[in-house]
């Protein structure tokens, strides 16, 4: 998404220094066939310039927070400097520059055109640094949003070897189970043992009591 921008941004920065040279140099033109052509064209840039700027607009707010806030703020640059151009353009077309004015205009017109190619370089200087700017602002965050991608896959993989140590530790722990059940069974089933062996011995000594007792009597009746 932030190379769609780039582009954006970079059509629109050519074409705003492109119409700020084709203003500058339209103003000093006469009224005439060759001006209302220029005129035209520069009008067509400036509607050019607009679809642009609402491109980017709608590019940067697709973006996440921290992206969408530096580009907006670029682009309140660029909507500040499209509104010189369309002033600039209307100060053209509005007819209030009198005979006057155009004649020292045209005295003036060497001069002017050394201005004009200074102020051209300067604005497109200033576009190539804050495109490189923009490259390494987005280059930046790429950079975050990968490191931050890479802490998430080392905690999904730390949170996965916890998961498997908690369901082995319930592995063991339901064995333990298994093994506590196991020996409760084996404990009743020799409690019973014991009860029924004590049942039959106190039953044999009490048959065996009845017994001495049973010939003791009867010696002492013969007797």
Aim: aromatic letters at 4%; a positive charge.
């Amino acid at each position: 998404m932030s190379e769609v921008y780039e582009g954006y941004e970079r059509q629109y920065c050519e074409l705003s220094a492109n119409l700020s040279r084709k203003c500058n140099s339209t103003s000093l033109l006469p009224d005439g066939v060759e001006k209302n052509a220029k005129v035209n064209e520069i009008k067509s840039g400036l509607d050019d310039c607009d679809v642009l700027i609402r491109k980017m607009d709608l590019e940067a707010r697709s973006l996440q927070p921290n992206v969408k806030a530096m580009l907006l703020a670029k682009l309140r640059e660029y909507k500040s400097d499209l509104n010189k151009l369309k002033r600039e353009f209307k100060r053209i077309t509005s007819g209030d520059i009198n005979q006057a004015s155009r004649v020292e205009l045209l005295e003036a017109g060497m001069a002017d055109v050394h201005s004009v190619s200074a102020d051209q370089r300067e604005r497109m200087t200033m576009s190539v640094e804050r495109l490189n700017q923009s490259g390494d602002r987005i280059k930046e965050s790429r950079r975050t949003m990968l490191e931050t991608e890479e802490l998430g896959v080392s905690v999904l993989e730390d949170l996965h070897q916890q998961r498997q140590t908690l369901l082995h530790a319930h592995n063991k722990l339901h064995g333990v189970d298994d093994a506590i059940d196991k020996s409760k069974k084996v404990l009743t089933s020799m409690l019973r043992r014991m009860t029924r062996n004590k049942w039959i011995i106190g039953s044999v000594i009490a048959a065996l009591v009845v017994a001495i007792i049973f010939i003791i009597l009867f010696k002492i009746s013969h007797h």
